[in-house]
């Protein structure tokens, strides 16, 4: 491996069963990444056990597993393409594991869940597109594995497809692509297999080489949070990792929750060579400051500008993996980056099973591998942002006795719920109706508009463009007639939100923010689009009928879908 | 930052978590490579201190040109040693004779567990990665033992977000590991860039070197020309042979790390 080379850390999840040691097995193998004897040492354990070789014993290392047949822990095995290296991270399937699988997913960046094509979308699978969202993984691909099964049929293929996106999209988890595979086989691993035509996407690992990485942390509000304080020598000098942002020597800084200011005065160093005059997100460092206070673990380091939160009671998603139930009016430990903390359980709004989606109103408790959403309430001030603006300083865990019981998300301060979908960018945003869905009822005999789950998508975010009843493009526009702003949507992320005025024409289809196509087909056709918008907006609305039957095809990303009722679709959650 | 900035950011992250919970910590070194690195990474997390002593379980089967290794390095570092020997086993004889695995039990995982009641140690730091062996690879960075020393790998608590274990009953112990998630290469390309001094073992001579350091009687030496860290960089990336081949112990059966390990072995 080369040093320079980018790393890529994926978590592969799904139900017990459905092949993840495969998948793994496969990769490892068909990129050569084994050391010379241990496909021989797994050959050599599966004779002796009297079975045959199979790709996922390559992972097997201990005992219990291959009596079991089942992956107890976490395992992270290497394995590089021509692109970057990518360290792999196999999660437990089996329930009683849960706890192993978010041990691994945590860690990861981009995550490959799957689903066995005869059995289809099982508990589990449903369970950790649950947790994936809690852990603000983006990144997903969802392979449908085992296609031999049923005869690499594409109708059954779209079938799963269809019924995992419906589940996941409701839960903001947005896969970028689903890839039918038979690993056992090795269909679609490596190269496109001819067993399924139909099939126009990448193969795996061609597919995973598409996975962008984030970036980014360096620009955010600065988030240094106090690690420990040293005194080795004449030097006071203060430890900790940078969490987001950037600190320049000289530069004022609030220290939080104490809320004093001072100056940076030095950036220590051991070795010379190691001597830098700005450190950012990610890094291990130390500084001494002008004014010394009595500092201490757990405060947050900002800059004066741009504080985090600061609060004792606050709203939570977290899943709990304790033995003991998670219950009101008792004491726990909460940490949050190097913070610790009393607290109880304020109120319990919400427990989710994650399997079904069911809400059960008014618990009293969260059991084991249930998601709950809660009020927590700490002995004293703590410092935090909201997940969604910074996922180092938002998420915390739960110790109950000894051991870490929950992880969860801080999900906000005040009680304000969102009603619609928007694009956000600093002030502006867009109202997006493109992700609701259209059926024609039976028993209402008529057409009906289903929203979406209402959510905010921020620069960066990943955006559903396959719904059940549309499919955009990886790369659109969303023009708000009203405003004329631009939501510019490439590779399924928001990327910016300007003025149409301000946009240069590029070929990729625009639409508006319902979710018609604009027929733009030319950069003439766009430059002619821009000036009839330019009028309609400062003419009477009774123009928009004319303007919308020129302009928009309702249904070239759309089709109407049949439905008994609609009751079955009404979705009354919200992370 | 490279590669190479984030793997030294979080294992300086993990010692300094290590040193602020436990009142009672030690760093192992078996003067290796990779406990080497660790040392250089503490040198770095402290600010050129090393706030906690460094033990070595010796075993008095070493190659001896580590036992002078450590002895210098010891003094041009400034560090706290603490050497350790299980005399009682030596005494009645205990060798690789009486069987690796028996030898390695009584030399180093007992001795080691000596170490850890006589100075009562909370925190033992460790230089183990994933990529070494299977059972390594499901590490916890922080991973507890009971007062026997002894890991119940099947129900380890969860890991996650780089909040570790520093929650656990009196007499057990915490064993952290820092360059988990470091693999050989890492190590390498960090020695290299860092210039790090290493024991010259690892350096060919006529035609041998060693890849891997342990015991003299149970590890091996490989064929090799490389005599400078970035000839072995070369030469690692052209193998396919895997880096504790030549440690005797791993091979006595398909399960003799996962065995060790589950009784206390580093």
């Given at each position: 491996?080369?040093?320079?080379?980018?790393?890529?850390?994926?978590?592969?999840?799904?139900?017990?069963?459905?092949?993840?040691?495969?998948?793994?097995?496969?990769?490892?193998?068909?990129?050569?990444?084994?050391?010379?004897?241990?496909?021989?040492?797994?050959?050599?354990?599966?004779?002796?056990?009297?079975?045959?070789?199979?790709?996922?014993?390559?992972?097997?290392?201990?005992?219990?597993?291959?009596?079991?047949?089942?992956?107890?822990?976490?395992t992270q095995l290497q394995f590089?393409?021509?692109?970057?290296?990518?360290?792999?991270?196999?999660?437990?399937?089996?329930?009683?594991?849960?706890?192993?699988?978010?041990?691994?997913?945590?860690?990861?960046?981009?995550?490959?869940?799957?689903?066995?094509?005869?059995?289809?979308?099982?508990?589990?699978?449903?369970?950790?597109?649950?947790?994936?969202?809690?852990?603000?993984?983006?990144?997903?691909?969802?392979?449908?594995?085992?296609?031999?099964?049923?005869?690499?049929?594409?109708?059954k293929f779209n079938a799963i497809k269809q019924e995992m996106n419906e589940f996941l999209t409701s839960l903001h988890v947005y896969p970028l692509k689903y890839i039918p595979v038979s690993a056992f086989h090795g269909e679609n691993i490596t190269a496109s297999s001819d067993k399924m035509p139909w099939y126009k996407g990448e193969p795996v690992l061609k597919a995973i080489d598409l996975f962008e990485k984030d970036k980014g942390l360096e620009g955010k509000p600065l988030r240094f949070p106090i690690q420990d304080v040293y005194k080795f020598d004449s030097r006071r000098i203060i430890a900790g990792r940078i969490e987001a942002g950037t600190l320049r020597a000289g530069d004022e800084i609030l220290i939080s929750p104490s809320n004093k200011v001072t100056k940076v005065k030095s950036i220590e160093y051991w070795v010379e060579k190691d001597k830098v005059d700005q450190i950012s997100a990610g890094m291990s460092v130390g500084i001494t400051v002008e004014d010394e206070f009595f500092n201490q673990r757990g405060e947050f380091i900002s800059h004066t500008y741009d504080?985090?939160?600061?609060?004792?009671?606050?709203?939570?998603?977290?899943?709990?993996?304790?033995?003991?139930?998670?219950?009101?009016?008792?004491?726990?430990?909460?940490?949050?980056?190097?913070?610790?903390?009393?607290?109880?359980?304020?109120?319990?709004?919400?427990?989710?099973?994650?399997?079904?989606?069911?809400?059960?109103?008014?618990?009293?408790?969260?059991?084991?591998?249930?998601?709950?959403?809660?009020?927590?309430?700490?002995?004293?001030?703590?410092?935090?942002?909201?997940?969604?603006?910074?996922?180092?300083t938002g998420r915390f865990v739960i110790v109950d006795g000894y051991d870490v019981c929950g992880g969860g998300i801080v999900t906000g301060l005040a009680q304000e719920r969102q009603s619609a979908s928007k694009f956000v960018k600093q002030d502006d945003e867009i109202v997006a109706k493109c992700f609701d869905e259209y059926y024609y009822v039976l028993t209402e005999g008529g057409i009906k508009k289903i929203e979406g789950v209402p959510h905010s998508f921020n620069i960066g975010d990943v955006i559903p463009s396959t719904g059940v009843t549309y499919e955009y493009p990886a790369d659109f526009n969303v023009v708000d007639i009203k405003t004329g702003l631009t939501a510019i949507i490439r590779k399924s992320k928001l990327q910016d939100i300007i003025s149409l005025k301000h946009l240069a024409y590029e070929q990729s289809p625009f639409i508006d923010s319902q979710g018609a196509f604009i027929k733009i087909y030319s950069e003439e056709d766009f430059n002619k689009f821009a000036?009839?918008?330019e009028k309609l907006q400062q003419s009477e609305s009774s123009r928009t009928a004319a303007f919308a039957n020129q302009w928009f095809d309702f249904m070239k990303f759309r089709q109407i879908r049949y439905l008994t009722a609609t009751k079955s679709l009404e979705i009354e959650y919200q992370i | 930052m490279d590669h190479l900035d984030r793997?030294?950011?979080?294992?300086?992250?993990?010692?300094?978590?290590?040193?602020?919970?436990?009142?009672?910590?030690?760093?192992?070194?078996s003067i290796g490579k990779d406990s080497t690195v660790m040392l250089w990474l503490a040198k770095k997390a402290f600010f050129g201190h090393c706030p906690f002593p460094f033990i070595h379980v010796d075993t008095t089967h070493k190659i001896p040109e580590m036992i002078a290794f450590r002895d210098r390095m010891a003094k041009e570092y400034n560090i706290e040693l603490i050497v350790h020997t299980n005399q009682e086993a030596l005494d009645a004889g205990m060798g690789p004779d009486k069987g690796r695995l028996v030898c390695c039990k009584?030399?180093?995982?007992?001795?080691?567990?000596?170490?850890?009641?006589?100075?009562?140690?909370?925190?033992?730091?460790?230089?183990?990665?994933?990529?070494?062996?299977?059972?390594?690879?499901?590490?916890?960075?922080?991973?507890?033992?009971?007062?026997?020393?002894?890991?119940?790998?099947?129900?380890?608590?969860?890991?996650?977000?780089?909040?570790?274990?520093?929650?656990?009953?009196?007499?057990?112990?915490?064993?952290?590991?820092?360059?988990?998630?470091?693999?050989?290469?890492?190590?390498?390309?960090?020695?290299?860039?860092?210039?790090?001094?290493?024991?010259?073992?690892?350096?060919?001579?006529?035609?041998?070197?060693?890849?891997?350091?342990?015991?003299?009687?149970?590890?091996?030496?490989?064929?090799?020309?490389?005599?400078?860290?970035?000839?072995?960089?070369?030469?690692?990336?052209?193998?396919?042979?895997?880096?504790?081949a030549g440690r005797a112990q791993d091979q006595e059966d398909s399960y003799a790390m996962q065995k060790l390990r589950k009784d206390g072995y580093m």
């Open positions: 491996m080369d040093i320079d080379r980018e790393v890529l850390n994926i978590v592969v999840v799904g139900h017990v069963d459905h092949g993840k040691s495969t998948v793994i097995g496969r990769l490892l193998y068909d990129t050569k990444s084994l050391p010379e004897g241990a496909i021989d040492r797994v050959k050599r354990i599966a004779k002796e056990k009297g079975k045959p070789f199979e790709y996922a014993y390559l992972l097997d290392a201990f005992e219990e597993e291959q009596k079991q047949g089942i992956t107890i822990d976490t590089r393409t021509d692109k970057r290296d990518y360290v792999i991270i196999d999660a437990p399937g089996h329930k009683e594991f849960l706890k192993n699988m978010i041990s691994g997913a945590a860690s990861a960046e981009a995550a490959l869940l799957i689903i066995d094509a005869n059995e289809g979308i099982q508990e589990q699978s449903k369970r950790h597109g649950y947790i994936l969202s809690l852990l603000g993984i983006q990144k997903a691909y969802v392979l449908v594995n085992k296609m031999d099964l049923i005869q690499y049929s594409e109708e504080a985090p939160i600061t609060s004792d009671t606050f709203k939570v998603s977290l899943f709990w993996m304790g033995k003991n139930d998670l219950v009101k009016n008792k004491e726990y430990k909460l940490k949050l980056a190097t913070q610790e903390v009393e607290c109880e359980i304020y109120a319990i709004n919400k427990v989710i099973d994650a399997t079904t989606l069911e809400n059960l109103e008014n618990a009293n408790q969260a059991k084991t591998n249930d998601v709950a959403e809660v009020t927590i309430k700490t002995k004293r001030e703590i410092c935090f942002d909201e997940f969604r603006n910074n996922q180092n000036a009839d918008l | 793997l030294e950011a979080q294992s300086i992250f993990i010692l300094r978590e290590a040193y602020k919970k436990f009142g009672k910590l030690g760093m192992l070194w009584a030399l180093k995982t007992d001795g080691l567990q000596q170490v850890v009641t006589k100075y009562e140690f909370e925190g033992l730091i460790l230089g183990i990665r994933r990529d070494e062996e299977g059972s390594r690879s499901k590490e916890r960075v922080f991973s507890e033992r009971n007062k026997d020393s002894e890991w119940d790998y099947t129900n380890q608590a969860p890991e996650l977000w780089d909040q570790f274990k520093t929650d656990f009953p009196k007499g057990n112990h915490i064993r952290v590991h820092p360059i988990l998630h470091w693999n050989e290469m890492d190590i390498w390309a960090y020695i290299e860039r860092e210039k790090i001094e290493l024991v010259d073992l690892y350096f060919a001579k006529n035609g041998k070197r060693y890849r891997s350091l342990g015991c003299a009687p149970c590890t091996g030496q490989i064929d090799s020309n490389a005599v400078t860290v970035a000839q072995i960089i070369e030469e690692l990336k052209n193998t396919k042979v895997g880096e504790r």
